[in-house]
Structures are given as C-alpha cells and as structure tokens.
C-alpha cells in the first residue's frame, strides 16, 4: 500500500497596527489566534482592562472576542484603533468646567463711538453673542472690556481685506433692553462695519458655546483665531510639533448635519484624536455673506480648483471637513471629508491622513538629512581638493628652488678664481646693487667675457632671466649687450657699479 506524504501547514502570521490616542502598539499574532488575544496584548501594553475596551476598524464591521483571526480573512498587514467610551478624554471635562462658569459671567463693555466722541456702558452676560460667537470664547476681557466704534475708513475698501481686519457685529442681549438704548444713536446702517478695537472679532463665525448648547460638551476644541492664526499655529512650528489642520465646514440647512455633528463629530474616539493630532478650525457656511468671505479665502490660500470645488458643493453635502498638510512652499488640501461617513470610516480617513502627514514631515527630515549629507561632503570634497591643489603647488615650487639651487651651485663652481687685486692681467673691479640694497663685489679680469659676470650674479640668486642689470653713466642695460664680448670691450674697466633691477 503505498505512503502517504503529510505536509503540515505552517501557521500564517498577521501585523496590526493598533492606535490609541498618542499611542501605537505593533502586535503579531497567528491567524489561529482569536480577537480576545489581541485586546490581552493591548492590556498589557495600553494599561486599559479588557471590558473597557473597543476594538475598531475590522473591514468586516464588529466582532467577538471569541473570533478567530483567520475566519476574518485578513490581509498580511492591519491597522485597528482602539475607542475608550467609559474613560473620560483628557482634560474635556475641566475646559466644558470653564466654560460653562465664564457664560454665567457678566461683561461690561465699554464703547466708545469716535464720530460723536461718546462713551458707553453696556452690560452683557458671558451667553450674549457677536455674529454666532458668544462672549464667554470671544477672548474678551473679564470683568470688563474696551472697545472702539467708528465708520470704515474707506468705502471702496475690498472684501478679502475686511474679512479678517473688520467684521458686521450684532450683540444680542438676554437683558430687557435698557442696557443698549443708547444704541441707536451709533447710526450705523446695515452696510456699514463696527470696527472694533479688538482681535477678538476677528474670529471664526463658528461659535463653540452655541455648538455645545446643540450638541453637548464632548466635541472638538475649536481653534479660537483667524485662519492664518491656525496656519501659524499647526505648521510653522518645529517639525516634530506639527499637526494637521481640520477645517469643519458647518450648514444648518443640511438634512446631515444634525447626525453628523451629534453622532460622528461628537465620539469621544472622534474629539481625542483631533485634539492630539489635529487643530481644528471650523466656519458657518449657513449664511451666504459667511460663504462667500470663506470661497476669498480659500482662493487665496488654496487656490482656485479648491474654491471651486467648495463653491459647487450642495447643501445636502454638507457638513465637510477640509484636511490641510502645510508645506514649505504652499498650503495643500490632503483630502475633503464629507458628511455621509460613518465613525470608523470617519476615524479611519483621519488616521490614514495623519499617517501620510507624518510620513511627509519624515521625507522632508530625511531629505534635509542628505542635502546637509551632501553640503557636507561637497564642502569637504572641496576642502580636499583645494589641499590636494596646494600641495601639487607646494611640491612645484620646491622643485623649482632645487632646480634653480642646483644651477646656481654648477654656475658658482664652474666660476673661473677671483683674480688677486695686484696681477699682471689688467684687473676690472665691480660693484653690484641687490634690489634689497646689499651690495656684491668681485674683481674680473678685463678679459673676462661678459657672460662670466651673468653667472657670477646669477650663482647669487639673480639669474640674468628674470634680472637685468644696469649701468648709471650712461645708463645702459647690460644683459642686453653681447655676453661673448670682454669686459673690456663694454668699458666695464677698470671699475664700475651696476645695479640689479627685476624684470617686469
């Protein structure tokens, strides 16, 4: 009968990537393993007990504890998060603490109308609004607050400049009206602008307090500033702080809106991992004034294919989210989040766009890494090149002064003897002028030729070559004459003083 061969089946082993909050675990298990054992894991390392814990993002929707892995049928690699619902986020409940104490607060505020040189007392509890905003986050000083009131400079004024230096105000006071009555004597039509002394009116129309009377306490914490303010405040920082930035786009004229912002903006997984890796900054698009000052400024900073993509939007598309990646040049809109989403898809469209985010400012580190790498080398590169070319020099000019050493000692030996002051040959005595006005002497023989004095200068460091020498009465430049001809012969007799100059 014949053997049956048995191949045992090696076990398949899966990598998950499991975030929570500013946290992430890398987990490898067997497929065989079940999703119990991946929440063990995470107790471990997360610190969190098992029953308190949400294991999100399997493509197939919820599952057991008890599941195994491989009935999943899952890829090779995985990225889950993990939801919390019964631990409180960090820090919400003191900040909804805060707030609640500043709008039952009152606000006096003092305004003084510069056209008519009057002030006023008005005063308003931390609830009243200006345009959407309420007091309590308008940045305004408790217990009470200076302001100024006065005509815009300049009618022709454009709009992408007044929407961030000045803003249409309504106060709206919960008060039986005897504050304000002085208010109509501000004369301010309904095309005219406050302007306000304050920064604080320079904000989103966006107002946090009325968000929370809507949709509760847990929410994201709106940046509280104007949109370059953001900018300012989640790229230009060092690399390592960056964040993206989320721009909420709110329409209470949307039949999402309602559901979106109660059941998806307001998860606790959702308002954790904005506030740790996200600023976000939202705006009202219901009213159309509000509209169009943001299509200015999304043109402006985003450029024209995003303005209009925001502009052919309807309102039954609504509310958006805008996911803004700064970068060295330019503001680029990573991705646009609409309201039919759900929380695990919303959850994980921000987690992928956090990750590539991430994975940028890595790039942008490892490219500045290797152009410094590359600086670095050319500079030292260069630095070598530069030794190496003044060494090659260095050994040229010793060559040259052993070539003309060596000359000068063959010319020096095969000088001819100083002839004696007394002898019988008729004797011609020089004097020679160095450059540094040292002198050299030596008696010749009249007969001597010419060229035997060339070499004599030349045997003391001032070859004929690169030195002329001359003669003062007449003045006449020697090594221009015949070097075969005595000395004698050129009235170099019986003595005379020459002088060595350097050629040009």
Same mark, same amino acid.
């Given at each position: ?7 045992? =089946?090696?076990?398949?082993?899966? %990598? ?11 987990? @490898? ?15 471990? !390392?997360?610190? #969190? ?60 505020? #003092?305004?003084?109308? =510069? ?14 609004? #200006? ?32 929407? !961030? ?14 504050? *304000?009555? %002085?208010?109509?004597? *501000?004369?301010?039509?309904?095309? !005219? ?23 509760? %306490? ?86 024209? @294919?995003?303005?209009?993509? #925001? ?41 992928? %766009? ?36 003044? *060494? ?15 000359? =000068? ?33 030596? =008696? ?61």
């Amino acid at each position: 009968m014949p053997s049956r061969q048995i191949v045992e =089946r090696q076990p398949r082993m899966l %990598d998950f990537r499991v975030e929570y909050r500013d946290r992430n675990v890398d987990v @490898v298990l067997e497929d065989s393993c079940t999703v119990g054992e991946i929440k063990q894991i995470l107790e471990n !390392e997360l610190q #969190i007990p098992v029953s308190k814990m949400l294991l999100k993002g399997w493509k197939t929707g919820d599952v057991e504890d008890s599941t195994v892995l491989k009935s999943l049928h899952l890829p090779k690699n995985n990225s889950l998060y993990v939801l919390t619902p019964d631990l409180p986020p960090p820090s919400s409940s003191s900040h909804a603490g805060a707030l609640q104490e500043s709008l039952n607060q009152n606000f006096m505020l #003092i305004i003084t109308h =510069r056209e008519v040189q009057r002030e006023y007392n008005l005063n308003f509890s931390g609830s009243s609004t #200006i345009q959407e905003m309420c007091l309590a986050e308008s940045g305004l000083s408790y217990p009470c607050h200076r302001l100024t009131v006065g005509r815009r400079s300049s009618p022709a004024q454009t709009r992408e400049q007044s929407e !961030e230096q000045s803003t249409d105000v309504h106060m709206v006071s919960d008060s039986d009206g005897d504050d *304000f009555e %002085d208010a109509s004597e *501000f004369g301010v039509d309904d095309g !005219e602008v406050f302007g306000m002394a304050s920064s604080a009116l320079r904000k989103s129309p966006m107002s946090e307090c009325n968000f929370s009377y809507r949709y509760g %306490d847990c929410h994201p914490v709106f940046f509280i500033g104007s949109l370059e303010a953001a900018f300012q405040e989640a790229f230009y920082v060092k690399a390592r702080d960056r964040k993206l930035l989320a721009i909420y786009l709110h329409h209470d004229e949307s039949v999402l809106t309602n559901v979106f912002c109660s059941q998806m903006l307001c998860a606790e997984s959702i308002v954790s991992y904005l506030s740790q890796n996200f600023i976000t900054w939202a705006w009202d698009l219901t009213k159309d004034a509000n509209r169009a000052r943001f299509l200015t400024m999304c043109n402006r900073h985003f450029g024209s @294919v995003v303005a209009q993509t #925001i502009r052919t939007q309807k309102t039954d598309q609504f509310p958006l989210f805008l996911i803004i990646m700064g970068k060295r040049s330019s503001n680029e809109v990573l991705n646009v989040i609409q309201g039919n989403t759900t929380v695990d898809e919303l959850m994980m469209r921000l987690m992928a %766009d956090e990750r590539e985010a991430r994975e940028n400012v890595k790039r942008e580190q490892d490219e500045a890494y290797r152009l410094s790498l590359e600086a670095d080398r050319a500079k030292r590169e260069a630095h070598e090149r530069e030794m190496a070319e003044q *060494f090659r020099l260095e050994q040229i000019r010793k060559e040259q002064e052993e070539e003309r050493e060596a000359i =000068r000692l063959s010319l020096e030996q095969a000088l001819p003897p100083e002839p004696k002051e007394e002898n019988a040959e008729p004797v011609s005595k020089l004097r020679i002028r160095t450059p540094s006005g040292e002198f050299l002497e030596r =008696r010749f023989l009249a007969s001597n030729k010419l060229q035997i004095v060339f070499d004599f200068v030349a045997s003391k460091g001032f070859p004929w070559d690169e030195f002329k020498l001359l003669s003062t009465f007449p003045r006449r430049d020697v090594t221009q004459l015949d070097p075969n001809k005595s000395l004698l012969e050129v009235k170099l007799f019986p003595q005379e003083t020459l002088f060595l100059e350097a050629k040009e």
